[in-house]
T-cell receptor, first 114, second 112 residues
Framework: AQSVTQLDSHVSVSEGTPVLLRCNYS??????LFWYVQHPNKGLQLLLKYTSAATLVKGINGFEAEFKKSETSFHLTKPSAHMSDAAEYFC????????????FGKGTRLSVIA | DTEVTQTPKHLVMGMTNKKSLKCEQHMGHRAMYWYKQKAKKPPELMFVYSYEKLSINESVPSRFSPECPNSSLLNLHLHALQPEDSALYLC???????????FGDGTRLSIL
């Protein structure tokens, strides 16, 4: 069965400093992995996805994530945080091979301090 | 702007009322989803439609009744809800069932 663990419930960074949001996964199959962001009172927006094509995945708004099979990790990074990055971030794994339902991590709240 | 449109944005209803939530997408997606999200929690899957047919019902109480009248529309009919049903209800769609999902901004539902 698939599962995902977000290692930090809350991360706080200063504006202009790097962002690291950590995610470990467990999967019986070659997984599809996603990062979604949710701003207050909004739906979820897809930041990036990994589907086995390349281990370093570039997403929107300067975010990227690296798939490391040996460490079962899919951490999200950004070189320089912006105030508008403050939001809730979800690491997500597909439930089964070829089956849609997504398994969400519990989320990491990112705060950006001016 | 989101490509998945949900109406209404806010809904307050009594426990005896009947209301419906509406979701619309015009991206040609053939899979559509309903999620429930409580505050400070991840979304919980409720229903999945694939090619307008219900393919997954995650043991949701019968007071929630989904309907997919065509490939662009998804409704969630509500009847006799309980206070614990107050939440943000999110609709999502994807090109096919195993593709990344696009979410609407949700309907915030409050049950009095």
């Amino acid at each position: 069965a698939q599962s995902v663990t977000q290692l930090d419930s809350h991360v706080s960074v200063s504006e202009g400093t790097p962002v690291l949001l950590r995610c470990n996964y467990s999967s019986s199959y070659s997984p599809s992995l996603f990062w979604y962001v949710q701003h207050p009172n909004k739906g979820l927006q897809l930041l990036l996805k990994y589907t086995s094509a390349a281990t370093l995945v570039k997403g929107i708004n300067g975010f990227e994530a690296e798939f490391k099979k040996s460490e079962t990790s899919f951490h999200l990074t950004k070189p320089s945080a912006h105030m508008s990055d403050a939001a809730e971030y979800f690491c997500v794994v597909s439930r089964d091979s070829g089956n849609t339902p997504l398994v969400f991590g519990k989320g990491t709240r990112l705060s950006v301090i001016a | 702007d989101t490509e998945v449109t949900q109406t209404p944005k806010h809904l307050v209803m009594g426990m005896t009322n009947k209301k419906s939530l509406k979701c619309e997408q015009h991206m040609g997606h053939r899979a559509m989803y309903w999620y429930k999200q409580k505050a400070k929690k991840p979304p919980e899957l409720m229903f999945v439609y694939s090619y307008e047919k219900l393919s997954i019902n995650e043991s949701v109480p019968s007071r929630f009744s989904p309907e997919c009248p065509n490939s662009s529309l998804l409704n969630l009919h509500l009847h006799a809800l309980q206070p614990e049903d107050s939440a943000l209800y999110l609709c999502a769609s994807s090109r096919l069932r195993d593709q990344p999902q696009h979410f609407g901004d949700g309907t915030r539902l409050s049950i009095l």
